[in-house]
């Protein structure tokens, strides 16, 4: 465990545009959130999990699966991630901040354990396997990002357009163009995929309804076998029920 506080914030709600509700949707008998801090519970190198939700009626759900997984729960702003972040890594007291959100329902708690031991070497302002950065080959949708409180609070602090208040990745790193937003600013830095899963054309996300149901099935398949499923098992089920096709 590192001497500095890491605590991953694992953003959520239940008003998402696309595919409301998804949240809760089922995952092999739990709720898709549940499953997701099942496997953030198994990271070694954080000192606390926190769902960081919003202050509607509709997301109080959320709390309480916080309160079942017994996990930290947070509520904040709806749209401005940022100060969603900000607060509730000032309540936990973090020195350095793990970022995931709710729609990569199988983090790999040892590729987070990965990127966060990178990132606290001290290099980067912004560390992250999260999806493709820099041609590092991972998959969309297994690790995470990881950015000092201190960067934080300086994006915080900006007060900058809607759309990075919202984006909070957008302050550091576009992955759509592959670009660090301010590099002079920021380093970003990132850690290359392991041989035996660098598969950067799976996506692992669940935004759309095709996207649960594809979750829903991998959960079903893999689940009831092995909790504690790995991304190589992932692979191996996705290659033989789509790539034969």
Aim: one cysteine or more.
């Amino acid at each position: 465990m590192p001497d500095r506080r890491v605590v991953l914030i694992l953003q959520a709600r239940m008003g998402s545009t696309r595919l409301p509700g998804k949240s809760m949707m089922d995952c092999a008998g739990a709720p898709l959130v549940g499953r997701i801090v099942e496997r953030l519970k198994r990271c070694r190198q954080l000192h606390e999990i926190v769902l960081a939700t919003t202050c509607k009626e509709e997301d109080k759900v959320l709390c309480d699966l916080a309160h079942t997984y017994q996990v930290a729960c947070f509520q904040g702003s709806e749209n401005d991630l940022v100060d969603r972040y900000y607060q509730a890594a000032l309540w936990q007291h973090a020195d350095v901040v793990v970022r995931l959100p709710a729609d990569n329902p199988v983090p790999e708690p040892s590729e987070i354990d990965r990127i966060v031991a990178f990132h606290l070497q001290g290099e980067f302002h912004f560390s992250s396997n999260l999806a493709q950065v820099f041609g590092n080959g991972y998959p969309d949708g297994i690790g995470a990002e990881v950015f000092d409180f201190s960067s934080l609070e300086m994006i915080w602090k900006d007060r900058a357009d809607e759309k990075k208040r919202e984006h909070l990745h957008l302050n550091f790193f576009d992955y759509g163009t592959q670009t660090p937003v301010n590099p002079e600013r920021f380093r970003v830095g990132t850690v290359p995929c392991p041989l035996e899963f660098r598969r950067p054309d799976l996506v692992l996300d669940v935004n759309t309804l095709e996207q649960y149901q594809f979750m829903s099935a991998l959960y079903q398949a893999l689940y009831p076998v092995n909790a504690n499923f790995h991304i190589t098992d992932i692979i191996r089920w996705y290659d033989t029920r789509y790539k034969k096709r």
